[in-house]
């Protein structure tokens, strides 16, 4: 017998569902907005959660971190409209089980509710995951076991891994983690920078070089790919490697051969590959900047890593352990926290994540170096601000009304949001009129616009418009 929670604000659906449940010998619960799901989700663990996107007081997928993060962590079905031709790929995208249309009829949620239930029985069943050395890598929430799951898949195969996410979330350290528990961790983890890779030497650094091969090449060198041999090549921002070196690259892939510049003669490297990016690199494939097929080689496996701001759980010992790390570098006695030092950090946004964190501990430690116990007034200016700033807009007056003051009526914001929304609402403006002035091209609209292609792919993806290659 399984607990399954419905939310969905049809009173009609909660008749016919429930009954159903009843039949097929589940306990059902329902609720009928998102406050309402949390609070069920409060009150105990249940095993499928039945999610429509249509609520209420918001947009359904809005509680799939909460969902992610509940007890027992339970399988996700999407219930999307009929009219919503998005809904099943942003289900996928959001990491449900699955998706199913309404009408919810008996036939059209027996068998997904079955294979979910059975998904969750074989997942129960399976042996530990194997403990992985994953030095660095701090943080016990959902977001980040879901991550370990992979790298411990990856880390039993040769397969290519493409790591996705934000800058500084940690990529590298996941990629060392995959080579770490492979068989491949006694050889060599070579790390290529595709960002800093000098434009005219690429293929040198890359696939090596003979003597006399250009000027100042005095003697044979060998390039990265055949330092990886036998162990892993970690190529970090691979989003930035020219569509040129992109095409010489995908063949090294397939057959593991190249040839040194200069070289008459091939060589072989039997190397792992593992890429990093934070670019849409499938954006980028659309528009002509990236190869398709050299994607398809890359995402065999692909781990994404959650932004700190969805790991709000991890903050406080990511905090400790920098700071301790820290204090071991620099010869001083181990710091003492306050917990409203804690709720600072936890209510920051993080935009440059676990990488802004990390230096964020080093700019406090170096600060007040000399105080035992840290408190929120020794945090940056900066991050105190925002901190304030959500906290005033978050926080109800005694009528329960924003305690923000008004003008007329209408709520006054911080300043800070209200440029930022402004500053969006003229970036938006412009890139709907540059669109429109080159018929949706991108190549033109970089001509005209002075900015490059990868960048302007950004900002269209960030405001969701449509272009043309």
Same mark, same amino acid.
């Given at each position: 017998m399984a607990h399954i929670l419905l939310i969905d604000d049809d009173a009609i659906l909660k008749e016919t569902f429930g009954a159903l449940m009843g039949r097929l010998g589940h306990d059902f619960s329902w609720a009928g907005s998102l406050e309402a799901g949390r609070q069920m989700l409060a009150r105990g663990r249940c095993d499928v959660v039945l999610l429509d996107l249509r609520l209420p007081d918001g947009y359904g997928l809005e509680l799939m971190?909460?969902?992610?993060?509940?007890?027992?962590?339970?399988?996700?079905?999407?219930?999307?409209?009929?009219?919503?031709?998005?809904?099943?790929?942003?289900?996928?995208?959001?990491?449900?089980?699955? +998706?199913?249309?309404?009408?919810?009829?008996?036939?059209?949620?027996?068998?997904?509710?079955? $294979?979910?239930?059975?998904? $969750?029985?074989?997942?129960?069943?399976? $042996?530990?995951?194997?403990?992985?050395?994953?030095?660095?890598?701090?943080?016990a929430g959902p977001a980040m076991e879901a991550c370990l799951d992979l790298v411990a898949q990856a880390a039993d195969s040769d397969a290519s891994v493409l790591l996705t996410g934000e800058t500084g979330t940690g990529k590298e350290l996941f990629a060392r983690a995959i080579h770490a528990n492979s068989s491949r961790a006694t050889n060599n983890f070579v790390v290529v920078d595709c960002a800093a890779l000098p434009e005219t030497l690429v293929e040198s650094v890359l696939f090596g070089h003979v003597k006399g091969a250009f000027t100042g090449a005095d003697r044979d060198r060998d390039g990265l790919v055949k330092l990886a041999d036998g162990g892993t090549l970690f190529l970090d921002e691979i989003g930035e490697l020219s569509p040129a070196i992109q095409k010489t690259f995908l063949r090294v892939l397939q057959d593991g051969r190249f040839r040194p510049v200069g070289s008459k003669n091939e060589l072989q490297s039997d190397f792992r590959l593992v890429a990093a990016t934070n670019r849409d690199l499938p954006v980028m494939a659309a528009g002509g900047v990236f190869r398709e097929d050299l994607l398809y080689r890359l995402r065999t496996i692909v781990i994404t890593l959650p932004p700190l701001k969805q790991r709000t759980e991890d903050v406080k010992p990511l905090a400790i352990h920098y700071m301790n790390r820290l204090c071991e570098r620099y010869r001083l006695p181990t710091k003492g926290f306050a917990d409203e030092f804690f709720q600072a950090l936890a209510a920051y946004t993080w935009p440059g994540n676990v990488r802004e964190l990390c230096s964020t501990m080093?700019?406090?430690?170096?600060? +007040?170096?000399?105080?035992?116990?840290? +408190?929120?007034?020794?945090?940056?200016?900066?991050?105190?601000?925002?901190?304030?700033?959500?906290?005033?807009? !978050?926080?109800?007056?005694?009528?329960? $009304?924003?305690?923000?003051?008004?003008?007329?009526?209408?709520?006054?914001?911080?300043?800070?949001? +209200?440029?930022?929304?402004?500053?969006?609402?003229?970036?938006?403006?412009?890139?709907?009129?540059?669109?429109?002035? !080159?018929?949706?091209?991108?190549?033109?609209?970089?001509?005209?616009?002075?900015?490059?292609?990868?960048?302007?792919?950004?900002?269209?993806?960030?405001?969701?418009?449509?272009?043309?290659?």
């Amino acid at each position: 017998m399984a607990h399954i929670l419905l939310i969905d604000d049809d009173a009609i659906l909660k008749e016919t569902f429930g009954a159903l449940m009843g039949r097929l010998g589940h306990d059902f619960s329902w609720a009928g907005s998102l406050e309402a799901g949390r609070q069920m989700l409060a009150r105990g663990r249940c095993d499928v959660v039945l999610l429509d996107l249509r609520l209420p007081d918001g947009y359904g997928l809005e509680l799939m971190p909460e969902l992610r993060a509940a007890p027992g962590a339970p399988e996700i079905i999407i219930v999307t409209a009929q009219d919503d031709p998005e809904g099943a790929a942003l289900a996928i995208k959001s990491g449900a089980w699955d +998706y199913i249309q309404k009408p919810l009829t008996p036939n059209r949620v027996s068998l997904p509710l079955t $294979r979910a239930l059975e998904y $969750r029985a074989q997942k129960a069943a399976r $042996r530990p995951r194997a403990v992985l050395k994953r030095e660095g890598i701090i943080g016990a929430g959902p977001a980040m076991e879901a991550c370990l799951d992979l790298v411990a898949q990856a880390a039993d195969s040769d397969a290519s891994v493409l790591l996705t996410g934000e800058t500084g979330t940690g990529k590298e350290l996941f990629a060392r983690a995959i080579h770490a528990n492979s068989s491949r961790a006694t050889n060599n983890f070579v790390v290529v920078d595709c960002a800093a890779l000098p434009e005219t030497l690429v293929e040198s650094v890359l696939f090596g070089h003979v003597k006399g091969a250009f000027t100042g090449a005095d003697r044979d060198r060998d390039g990265l790919v055949k330092l990886a041999d036998g162990g892993t090549l970690f190529l970090d921002e691979i989003g930035e490697l020219s569509p040129a070196i992109q095409k010489t690259f995908l063949r090294v892939l397939q057959d593991g051969r190249f040839r040194p510049v200069g070289s008459k003669n091939e060589l072989q490297s039997d190397f792992r590959l593992v890429a990093a990016t934070n670019r849409d690199l499938p954006v980028m494939a659309a528009g002509g900047v990236f190869r398709e097929d050299l994607l398809y080689r890359l995402r065999t496996i692909v781990i994404t890593l959650p932004p700190l701001k969805q790991r709000t759980e991890d903050v406080k010992p990511l905090a400790i352990h920098y700071m301790n790390r820290l204090c071991e570098r620099y010869r001083l006695p181990t710091k003492g926290f306050a917990d409203e030092f804690f709720q600072a950090l936890a209510a920051y946004t993080w935009p440059g994540n676990v990488r802004e964190l990390c230096s964020t501990m080093e700019r406090v430690l170096l600060a +007040y170096r000399s105080e035992p116990v840290l +408190y929120p007034k020794h945090l940056p200016d900066e991050l105190r601000i925002q901190v304030l700033g959500a906290g005033a807009a !978050c926080e109800p007056d005694a009528a329960g $009304r924003q305690a923000a003051p008004a003008v007329e009526g209408r709520p006054v914001p911080p300043w800070k949001a +209200y440029r930022r929304r402004a500053l969006d609402a003229a970036e938006e403006a412009y890139l709907r009129d540059l669109l429109a002035a !080159c018929g949706g091209t991108v190549g033109r609209a970089a001509t005209v616009s002075g900015l490059s292609v990868s960048r302007l792919y950004d900002l269209f993806r960030k405001y969701n418009l449509p272009t043309r290659a």
